[in-house]
Nanobody, 121 residues
């Protein structure tokens, strides 16, 4: 099982980026897929997840970020709007079969490599 993230970059505050995460190795339609991030000097934190058609967000990104998935392409996306400097972090996609609560606490068996998102003020 492999997850590969794309789409990070440098953007000004208020701008947008879309991250993609392509999954391979098995069919992920039944998986929880989501995103975490880790800023320098901080612990990794949950950002968003999707199970079936249900979506879950951290309070810090709710209303600004949107997670979606294309099961036919085994891909999950994170549309990030109204970006803030505090959104600067390495973003990781993740997948698993656990419940959302456990997933959000980092109980995730599959991780992609990180992609850097930098938001300048």
């Amino acid at each position: 099982v492999q997850l590969q993230a794309f789409g990070g970059g440098l953007v000004q505050a208020g701008g947008s980026l879309r991250l993609s995460c392509a999954a391979s190795g098995r069919t992920f339609s039944s998986f929880v897929l989501g995103w975490f991030r880790q800023a320098p000097g901080k612990e990794r934190e949950f950002v968003a997840a999707m199970r079936g058609d249900s979506t879950y967000y951290s309070d810090s990104v709710k209303g600004r970020f949107t997670i979606s998935r294309d099961n036919a392409k085994n891909t999950v996306y994170l549309q990030m709007n109204s970006l803030k400097p505090e959104d600067t972090a390495v973003y990781y996609c993740a997948g698993g079969l656990s419940g959302i609560d456990y997933f959000a606490r980092g109980g995730v068996p599959y991780w992609g490599q990180g992609t850097q998102v930098t938001v300048s003020s």
